[in-house]
T-cell receptor
Framework: LAKTTQPISMDSYEGQEVNITCSHN???????ITWYQQFPSQGPRFIIQ???TKVTNEVASLFIPADRKSSTLSLPRVSLSDTAVYYC???????????FGGGTRLMVKP | KAGVTQTPRYLIKTRGQQVTLSCSPI?????VSWYQQTPGQGLQFLFE???????NKGNFPGRFSGRQFSNSRSEMNVSTLELGDSALYLC?????????????FGEGSRLTVL
């Protein structure tokens, strides 16, 4: 499974757009990029997944350039409740053994 | 529909004891996987069960074991507990027939080993 690298922490303010970039230089052809969100003392929650270009759902957008060596999770107009740890994963969907990195701790301030 | 349910939510054990944790997946989901989360090692994959068979296994010692029942409910067991086993144990379920990378996690069982 490809190793991912993302910033340890980020700060933002309510109403701003937050972009978290993840690096996955050795991503395999059959790997997908998946993002999870985790609040303290809760299990991670699936946010979004993509393979290439752009994917958008009701909570986030995921941008993946053509070389797929990085990806960016975009959270529009964050609120205090978006304060959480965000994990970027590169998984090949061959099984449910996901490899989580250290994640990015996002702090949204009023 | 109901989410993934894990019991117990909190428990305290002493070194050398054993512990059994339970997980009820989302109705209709046949895959159950277990993860250990600690401040030092982060989230680590333990094992996955599908249709009562272990399908994948992480890099944990044999003291960690699991099983899945015909109704897809799963249990994991840790024997001869060590202080380092203190962690949040998370269970996740998915339909299992197509592994999309989207797992549904429970709230976890927080184990403290004294």
């Amino acid at each position: 499974l490809a190793k991912t690298t993302q910033p340890i922490s980020m700060d933002s303010y309510e109403g701003q757009e937050v972009n978290i970039t993840c690096s996955h230089n050795n991503i395999a052809t059959n790997d997908y990029i998946t993002w999870y969100q985790q609040f303290p003392s809760q299990g991670p929650r699936f946010i979004i997944q993509g393979y290439k270009t752009k994917v958008t759902n009701e909570v986030a957008s995921l941008f993946i350039p053509a070389d797929r060596k990085s990806s960016t999770l975009s959270l529009p107009r964050v609120s205090l409740s978006d304060t959480a740890v965000y994990y970027c994963l590169a998984n090949n969907n061959a099984g449910n053994m996901l490899t989580f990195g250290g994640g990015t701790r996002l702090m949204v301030k009023p | 529909k109901a989410g993934v349910t894990q019991t117990p939510r909190y428990l305290i054990k002493t070194r050398g004891q054993q512990v059994t944790l339970s997980c009820s997946p989302i109705s209709g989901h046949r895959s159950v996987s277990w993860y250990q989360q600690t401040p030092g090692q982060g989230l680590q994959f333990l094992f996955e069960y599908f249709s009562e068979t272990q399908r994948n296994k992480g890099n944990f010692p044999g003291r960690f074991s699991g099983r899945q029942f015909s109704n897809s409910r799963s249990e994991m067991n840790v024997s001869t507990l060590e202080l380092g086993d203190s962690a949040l144990y998370l269970c996740a379920s998915s339909p299992g027939t197509e592994n999309t990378g989207e797992l549904f996690f429970g709230e976890g069982s927080r184990l403290t080993v004294l």
